[in-house]
């Protein structure tokens, strides 16, 4: 086994699924499957799950809403869908903890690093939810924060696409895919990982980032066994 201690980000976003908002039951399933079988290698696991399928802080500005206030909402929304999971993971039998970056006791605990790495020598997967508790975040930042933190030994983006390209495959056929990559490069050549404030954090304190298709079922054992899987950004 490759990486002994990893923090999986996911996106609000791809627990849609087929919908266009929400949260998609199947999607929930088959992640939930995917982390038992990862799990199952015997790795301890921390997930920091988005908000972005309900509400993201800067589209509640285009509404109106205060950038603030819209970044708390968003930091709830990730509260949902964790809830979510940690419910999809109890049913296929993996042992939980939810903590969270804002104080909500009646759901979930608080984020207490020591603790933390306790749940996970004790075997249990570690939600991360409502961020990092501060606005002007994101999640792909809290991820980074909290990789570092409880000393995980990668980062791994679960997204839609399969890795980091040359430019967007979705508009440009030529774009291609690298499978491995500094972190200089990344910067000089403004390729999309994550957002800076998250890049800089993994990049300043040595933590690589893969970035792979999470909705190929198989992927994420691989990665864990050690597999070449995605892109790696080290
Ligand atoms: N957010 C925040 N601070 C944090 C994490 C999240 O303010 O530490 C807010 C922010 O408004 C963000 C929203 O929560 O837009 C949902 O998170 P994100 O957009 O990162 O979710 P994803 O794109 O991964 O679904």
Known sequence: MKYKRILLKLSGEALMGTKNHGIDSDRLTQYAQEIKRAKDTGLELAIVIGGGNIFRGVDGEKSGIDRVQGDYMGMLATVINAMA?????????????????????????????????????????????????????????????????????VVLKGTRVDGVYSADPEKDPNATRY??????????????????????????????????????????????????VGTLIN
């Open 85 to 153: 999971l940690q419910s999809a993971l109890e049913k296929h039998g993996m042992y939980t903890r939810l903590m969270s970056g804002l104080k909500m006791e009646q759901v979930c605990e608080p984020f207490i690093r020591r603790r933390a790495i306790r749940h996970l020598e004790k075997g249990r997967i570690v939600i991360f939810g409502a961020g990092i508790g501060n606005p002007y975040f994101t999640t792909d930042s809290t991820a980074s924060l909290r990789a570092i933190e409880i000393e995980a030994d």
């Open 179 to 228: 499978s491995n990559v500094s972190f200089q490069e990344v910067y000089e050549k403004g390729l999309n990982v994550m957002d800076m404030t998250a890049f800089t954090l993994c990049q300043e304190n040595k933590l690589p980032i893969i970035v792979f298709d999470m909705n190929k079922p198989g992927n994420l054992t691989d990665i864990v066994a050690g597999k070449e």
